[in-house]
Antibody
Framework: QLQLQESGPGLVKPSETLSLTCTVSGGSINRSSYYWGWIRQSPVRGLEWIGTVFYTGSTDYNPSLKSRVAISVDTSKNHFSLKLNSVTAADTGVYYC??????????????WGKGTTVTVSS | EIVLTQSPGTLSLSPGERATLSCKASQSVSNSLTWYQQKPGQAPRLLIFGAYDRVTGIPDRFSGSGSGADFTLTISRLEPEDFAVYYCQQYGESPITFGGGTKVE
């Protein structure tokens, strides 16, 4: 059974970089049928798609975050990672990783990780 | 980007009753719409994709309908485990976007 698990610091200082990793178990990240990515949720912004990566390393980002985001994949470790730089309090929320179904630059989330809470505060 | 408006914000019902949730898009997304269920402290769970296709294992009391810009999620008879927040999401146009949710209490 496919499982995804987020990991990373729960507290990040303003202006610094948020870094999270999603480890995939019960399936290979290498399968060409699937994409992988990140979604966040906060009381103010609701659910927000951050970005998506294919096992080849090809990426697609939400235009609203594109200037600050990088998502990468490590197939040897069966995980993918999120980096969000220059964070502010507005980036506080629960961050989920998920396996995506993909059309052409459009996605929905088939399998979700449990989520990890990230707080931006000094 | 496409804005999804869900209504009502909260639906107060009893077990056994029928729930009807609405999701309206600011422009047509054809049938590229999904519904998720989220319980407190949990991640969202995919229920329906393609506006009306149920994910394997989702009970048939959940049904989706609609196309274009107007969609509905119906729960025919509420079970105790169905009380949760429901979100719609469109994948008709990039960037994908989510609705604000309907809480069924």
């Amino acid at each position: 059974q496919l499982q995804l698990q987020e990991s990373g610091p729960g507290l990040v200082k303003p202006s610094e970089t948020l870094s999270l990793t999603c480890t995939v178990s019960g399936g290979s990240i290498n399968r060409s049928s699937y994409y992988w990515g990140w979604i966040r949720q906060s009381p103010v912004r609701g659910l927000e798609w951050i970005g998506t990566v294919f096992y080849t390393g090809s990426t697609d980002y939400n235009p609203s975050l594109k200037s600050r985001v990088a998502i990468s994949v490590d197939t040897s470790k069966n995980h993918f990672s999120l980096k969000l730089n220059s964070v502010t309090a507005a980036d506080t929320g629960v961050y989920y990783c998920a396996r995506h179904w993909s059309g052409y630059r459009v996605y929905f989330m088939e399998v979700w990780g449990k989520g990890t809470t990230v707080t931006v505060s000094s | 980007e496409i804005v999804l408006t869900q209504s009502p914000g909260t639906l107060s019902l009893s077990p056994g009753e029928r729930a009807t949730l609405s999701c309206k898009a600011s422009q047509s997304v054809s049938n590229s719409l999904t519904w998720y269920q989220q319980k407190p402290g949990q991640a969202p769970r995919l229920l329906i994709f393609g506006a009306y296709d149920r994910v394997t294992g989702i009970p048939d009391r959940f049904s989706g309908s609609g196309s274009g810009a107007d969609f509905t999620l119906t729960i025919s008879r509420l079970e105790p485990e169905d009380f949760a927040v429901y979100y719609c999401q469109q994948y008709g146009e990039s960037p994908i976007t989510f609705g604000g949710g309907t809480k069924v209490e």
